[in-house]
């Protein structure tokens, strides 16, 4: 088990060094060809099944907190290797009950990201390739969020209330959509994490709630209606 650790982490460490010895991926406007993710990064993704959970990157290990602050490399959406790593990021997310996740928090530091829409027919997750905020609302809102790298607890974050996402489809066209609601909140959250940003340099002050006492508070929610606005889940 500690040698199964430190291998992952001798990966990501790797990994990490790879896309830094990269510098002209982060500055392109979009995804190209060599931004096919790089063989350690493969190798991180496909030494196992699909149907398997990836390993999370949490902030309470010095390594794992260092590759969170990471700003990621764009990716090219047609890059064979991406349906692999999206299966494996949704399986990582259906486990952790989550309902979004960013491939830094897998140990690939790609601008990839996952997210449940909420706001559509039975909730499906999309992925996202190179997403970017274009436009926030003035309009702001705080709520609870917690975080699948943060395993200290939830807290509560003040966020544009509407956005203007942009993101490449599977073919690489540049596509663009209004996100009003708590799926504005979870693109802003997730790609947060692309530029190396964690929930709790943007939280309101005081400390964070461990997450067996936000659980307590949220079954003394149910006992009253809810507003979408007081749901906080993971990211
Ligand atoms: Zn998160």
């Excluded at 990716?75 to 349906?83: E, F, M, N, Q």
């Excluded at 009003?180 to 964690?198: C, N, P, S, W, Y």
Aim: net charge positive; charged share 30%.
């Amino acid at each position: 088990m500690k040698m199964k650790t430190l291998t992952t982490m001798s990966l990501l460490a790797i990994a990490a060094l790879s896309a830094a010895c990269t510098p002209k991926a982060s500055l392109r406007p979009d995804g190209r060809p060599g931004d096919h993710l790089t063989p350690t990064e493969r190798l991180l993704v496909s030494r196992a099944p699909a149907t398997q959970p990836l390993k999370l990157v949490t902030n309470d290990v010095p390594a794992g907190d260092v590759f969170l602050h990471t700003a990621s490399l764009s990716v090219d959406p047609r890059d064979p290797a991406l349906g692999h790593l999206q299966a494996r990021m949704q399986a990582t997310v259906d486990l952790e009950k989550g309902v979004g996740i960013a491939a830094p928090q897998v140990g690939v530091n790609r601008r990839f990201i996952l997210v449940k829409r909420l706001d559509k027919k039975d909730e499906p997750f999309h992925s996202y390739s190179n997403p970017s905020i274009t436009r926030s609302s003035e309009a702001t809102e705080v709520a609870w969020e917690g975080c699948l790298s943060i395993p200290a607890g939830f807290g509560q974050v003040r966020r544009a209330q509407s956005i203007t996402l942009r993101h490449q489809d599977q073919d690489g066209r540049w596509l663009t959509e209004e996100v009003k609601g708590f799926t504005a909140r979870i693109f802003q959250h997730e790609i947060d994490h692309l530029d190396g940003v964690l929930f709790i340099e943007r939280k309101e002050p005081g400390e964070l709630i461990p997450k067996d006492e936000y659980r307590r508070r949220k079954e003394e929610q149910k006992q009253r209606p809810t507003s979408e606005s007081e749901k906080a889940p993971k990211t």
